[in-house]
């Protein structure tokens, strides 16, 4: 920028001076690292030190009354310890961290240690209800959710985003997270005791008589209906609490500088839930050797945990209610084109047409396919192995805990991996993990037969290495999944307007979500069915998991893209409003040091008072 500075007396300045002479002295630290150094009103526009618009300086020769005038009022206000124009005063801090900030990341990520304590029991609760069941194996969980979760969440989305348009984000938050609360409490201590009187068993027999034993799937769905109602609770719980709930709210009051930094770390507080809560689901299982005989165990077990999942809930109620009534939300610039209220059907044309929606839906429907491939197959050799509703509760209670220490050890690496690599690069890490893994575990169904002797060797049994391979795909895969998938997805929303943001992560993680898993469900059936089993169309299954995966990590490179490019609008705009807020001080000094009335801010004319200084280079974020 060009200053021309005119001077009479014993003092005289180049004609030319340059910018950084009008700059308060400052060491090179702050040089190299501050990014709002502090400047005299007048000689920059810029709320970073570089001057992004044409501005220019007009002084008359030595000091006006008006100088005085500004220089008095400076003065006073700095006797009454008030900052000066320009100048910024530090905000508290914490361990490099403002407090207004803290006040927003320590609830958050109360709620979320809450939310994933409690999905941990409710997912290992829910696969030991369906799977050891009388009359019910795991082939039920394909069936279950292609023809009941499903539905229901197309139903939960479509009841949700008409809420949306009625209801305050208070009310909706409420209304959505209460019902699961009083369910799960209900039960454990109503539904379950009663399950062997509402129970249809007698009819279910007969029906399976007739039919034969290929619906005994679809037969199983109802004969323990209460257990099916409480796997798809417990699915929801995971794709409206977490996904919408939670993330909807932490989207809504952090920034995208505030959620690059933390939201990695706030599965470094969930991955400590998900250890404890692994173990207290073992404690609850083991629970039966210390009990009597004809007492059962299971319901004792049952009874301790959902009173534990209604406790979390409480609480997470709890730090909803504070951050609303004690945090001040941050302002959002407004986008430019402003959507209305629309109805179900517009809303889902509406997001069907957008591009960066469709990417974000194929990254989550991926995600499902690809690791309900594996899982199915995976929970039909637990059963196996571990056929008592205790025995299969205790292990599962160690896979949580393994699966909270793993991705506990990825969230340390996951702040690293964006910062050094960045968002795109963090996203493609997840299905490039579930690939090789999944890989190796399906070789090892292939080709496990040489292997028994070897095996032997280690006092293992082909069925039990089956159950430790997979545990390991799951836990490497889901550690990914909670470390960087869903960071990164939820990262995506912040550009996006409130509308989209809202109904599109209803619809996104709403139905993609079961429809992913759905959709491996649906494959699995077909195969079934196609090739006789399970085992003679794993080759098949392969290949299916590898399109899936490659067709991930195409959306995940076209969202990098798009991801950027809006962050990118965002800023700018930010910069936009920072500069235009500045402007009418600069032109309303009036009677203290205002610009005489010849000058302009016009950037297409100039005269002799002024100089206009030549565009800059935008300043690299």
């Known amino acids: 920028m060009e200053a021309v500075l005119q001077t009479k007396g014993l003092l005289s300045l180049p004609s030319n001076p340059k910018t950084r002479a009008l700059y308060p002295s400052q060491g090179l630290k702050q040089r190299l690292f501050a990014t709002k150094p502090k400047t005299f009103t007048g000689f920059s526009l810029s709320s970073n030190g570089v001057p992004k618009f044409p501005t220019f300086v007009s002084k008359p020769s030595g000091f006006s009354p008006k100088d005085r005038n500004l220089h008095i009022c400076r003065a006073e206000a700095a006797a009454d310890g008030q900052p000066l124009f320009g100048e910024e005063t530090d905000k508290p801090k914490f361990l490099g961290v403002e407090l207004a900030t803290l006040k927003k990341i320590i609830p958050l990520g109360l709620m979320f240690f809450c939310i994933l304590f409690n999905y941990t029991i409710l997912r290992d609760t829910k696969d030991v209800l ?53 369910f799960f409490g209900a039960f454990g201590f109503v539904l379950y005791p009663l399950s062997n009187y509402i129970h249809p068993e007698a009819f279910a027999d007969k029906l399976l008589n007739v039919l034969g034993p290929r619906f005994l799937g679809p037969l199983a769905i109802m004969r323990i209906w209460t257990f099916c109602l409480f796997y798809v609770m417990a699915e929801l719980w995971g794709s409206v609490v977490i996904s919408v709930l939670f993330w909807g709210f932490a989207n809504q009051i952090t920034t995208i500088d505030e959620a690059k930094r933390f939201y990695p770390l706030f599965g470094l507080g969930a991955n400590v839930a998900l250890i404890f809560s692994g173990r207290t689901v073992k404690y ?42 004690y945090v001040p939300l941050p302002t959002r610039s407004k986008k430019k084109k402003e959507k209305p209220k629309m109805t179900t059907m517009e809303s889902l044309k509406f997001l069907v047409s957008s591009r960066y929606i469709r990417d974000l839906a194929t990254l989550v429907v991926a995600y499902g396919i690809s690791i309900n491939l594996v899982e199915v197959t995976w929970k039909s050799k637990l059963k196996a192995q571990f056929p008592s509703p205790n025995e299969y509760s205790a292990f599962m209670g160690d896979f949580s805990t393994a699966t909270g220490i793993a991705t506990f050890t990825m969230m340390l690496l996951s702040q690293f991996i964006f910062d050094k690599y960045g968002w795109g690069v963090a996203a493609k890490i997840t299905p490039t993990v579930l690939l090789l893994t999944g890989v190796g575990f399906f ?66 993680d709403v139905v993609c979500n079961p429809l992913g898993k759905s959709g491996g469900a ?100």
């Open 284 to 325: 609850f299982s083991n629970l039966r050797k210390n009990l009597g005989p004809g007492v059962d165990g299971w319901a004792i077990s049952l009874k301790g945990m959902m009173s534990i999942v209604v406790l979390m809930g409480l609480a997470i109620c709890l730090c909803y209610w504070w951050v609303n009534t």
């Open 443 to 508: 070789s090892l169904i292939l080709f496990g037969g040489p292997l028994v002797p070897t095996l032997a060797q280690f006092g293992m049994t082909p069925l039990l290495a089956a159950v430790y391979v997979g545990a390991l795909q799951n836990i490497f895969s889901k550690s990914a999944k909670y470390s960087l998938f869903d960071p990164c997805k939820e990262m995506a929303y912040i550009p996006l307007d409130e509308d989209t943001k809202v109904k599109g992560k209803a619809a996104i």
């Open 130 to 182: 369906v799977v050891t069941a009388k009359g019910s194996s795991a082939e039920i969980i394909p069936f279950l959710k292609t023809w009941v979760n499903l539905p229901m969440a197309v139903g939960f989305m479509l009841l949700y985003t008409k809420l949306a348009n009625v209801l305050s984000k208070q009310a909706l938050f409420y209304t959505v997270i209460v019902p699961f609360i009083a």
């Open 522 to 621: 649906l494959i699995q059936q077909f195969m079934i069915l196609t090739f006789g089993s399970l085992a003679n169309s794993t080759p098949y299954l392969g290949g299916i998991l590898l399109v899936i995966v490659l067709a991930w990590l195409a959306a995940a490179k076209s969202l990098d893209t798009q991801f950027t490019a809006l962050r990118q609008e965002e800023e700018l705009e930010k910069e936009m409003e920072r500069v235009a807020v500045k402007i009418p001080v600069v032109s309303q000094e009036g009677g203290n040091g205002s610009l005489p009335s010849g000058t302009a801010l016009d950037p297409t004319t100039g005269d002799s008072t002024s100089s206009l200084s030549e565009p800059s280079t935008p300043h690299k974020k």
